[in-house]
């Protein structure tokens, strides 16, 4: 609830009608390309790309990131595409050497603060591994455990990732 108040001090957005509802904030609008331009443009904006990854055996890899579990994902680098983002991100974060994207999934947006709130836009990927090897978090990210889940037991996560899953 406080970053729904900290969002709701910024002005831009207390000109929009919203309403939460389970830990989305749902925003009306009439001209909605120019109220999503200017809530864009009320925040540090950044893009994103990461993926879902599958093993053959219907395994979920998920990462451990600040105590609660995530998916792989980082920003896009200048020159990237999200695919090339998303596929380098995996690597970097999870170890896997072996990755097919499979096809888009979804865009998401979340915000964080990080001495100012940031909107970030990320671009999901369904990825497919044979890969079996030995998984390595990438600790400097923060990252302190990977584990394969079920497909059918996947761990608690954040709201979006929940969206991503389905």
Known sequence: MNSFIELMRLSVLNKIPNKV???KIIFFSQEIKNDWLRIINSFSFIEAAGGLVRRSNKELLFILKNGKWDLPKGKIDFG???EQAAIREVKEETGLLYLEV??????TYHLYN??????KKTFWFLMK??????LIPQKEEG??????FPENKTPK???SIN???K
């Open 21 to 23: 509802y389970k830990n």
């Open 80 to 82: 990237e595409n999200p």
């Open 102 to 107: 499979i096809n888009f999934i979804s865009e």
């Open 114 to 119: 990080d001495k100012c709130i940031i909107l």
């Open 129 to 134: 591994t044979n890969d079996f090897a030995e």
């Open 143 to 148: 990252i302190t455990d990977l584990k394969w």
């Open 157 to 159: 996560t954040y709201n």
């Open 163 to 165: 969206d991503v899953i």
